[in-house]
């Protein structure tokens, strides 16, 4: 069996982290962690923090900072998280969550690898109109490219699969306008701990999905292999 590994997906809405989360999931044996799919969660539950949630999720709005923190760091002390690693996916989108981050990740444990998606914005807004996912599971289709083999029904659950609220046109373009403002200074080295004795990027940037698998189970073995894990003075491989 592969080693473990720590890794962390980054990239504006549509760029594909799902879809690569999951196979690094399989590929590495270690949960695929979206922020996305534990609000979900807590909307549909109906509970007072996913009623809260679901208005920042509707308006496509980030749900504050403190909030995706606290729910982060109490899926990271499972014990499927633990041994041999996990995938976060859409995870920390802020300097303040990376600040975060680093503190609970603290070495020697820290971080394998932090991967950019890199994506132009037109594709993100015709990926994302056509994107459907499972109302149950989370699985993620397109009614251009890879819909379900029954109409409406996932493939991998039965579950419903529908449109999500937030992949309006308008609710994506007030999101690209957040991952501007929140995220990408983050993925530029930018504030303060975060970038402390680093002159480059933390984060690889990758283009092509296909390149985007097979360098990051690449640089991941390598990484592993080496002893050197991304913490809060490292890069990326």
Not at 3 to 29: C, D, F, M, N
Not at 150 to 158: R, Y
């Amino acid at each position: 069996m592969v080693p473990g590994a720590r890794l962390i997906i980054l990239g504006k809405q549509g760029a594909g982290k799902g879809t690569q989360a999951v196979r690094l999931s399989r590929h590495y044996v270690v949960p695929h962690i979206s922020t996305g799919d534990v609000f979900r969660a807590a909307v549909r539950s109906g509970s007072e923090f996913g009623k809260k949630a679901k208005e920042y999720l509707d308006a496509g709005d980030l749900v504050p900072d403190e909030v995706v923190i606290g729910v982060v760091k109490e899926r990271l002390t499972h014990d499927d998280t633990t041994h041999r690693g996990f995938i976060l996916d859409g995870f920390p989108r802020t300097v303040h969550q990376a600040e975060a981050l680093f503190d609970l990740l603290a070495p020697p444990a820290g971080l394998d690898v932090a991967l950019d998606l890199e994506i132009e914005t037109t594709h993100v807004m015709t990926r994302l109109a056509s994107r459907r996912v499972c109302s149950d599971c989370g699985a993620n289709y397109s009614v251009v490219d890879n819909p379900p083999r029954t109409f409406g029904i996932c493939d991998n659950c039965g579950g419903e699969v529908v449109q999500r609220a937030d992949d309006t046109e308008a609710a994506i373009h007030r999101r690209l306008q957040l991952y501007e403002r929140e995220t990408a200074p983050l993925i530029a080295g930018t504030g303060t701990r975060a970038s402390s004795a680093r002159s480059t990027p933390w984060a690889t940037s990758i283009r092509s999905p296909s390149v985007a698998w097979s360098r990051s189970t690449g640089a991941t073995a390598v990484s592993l292999g080496s002893g050197v894990g991304l913490n809060r003075r490292s890069k990326a491989l």
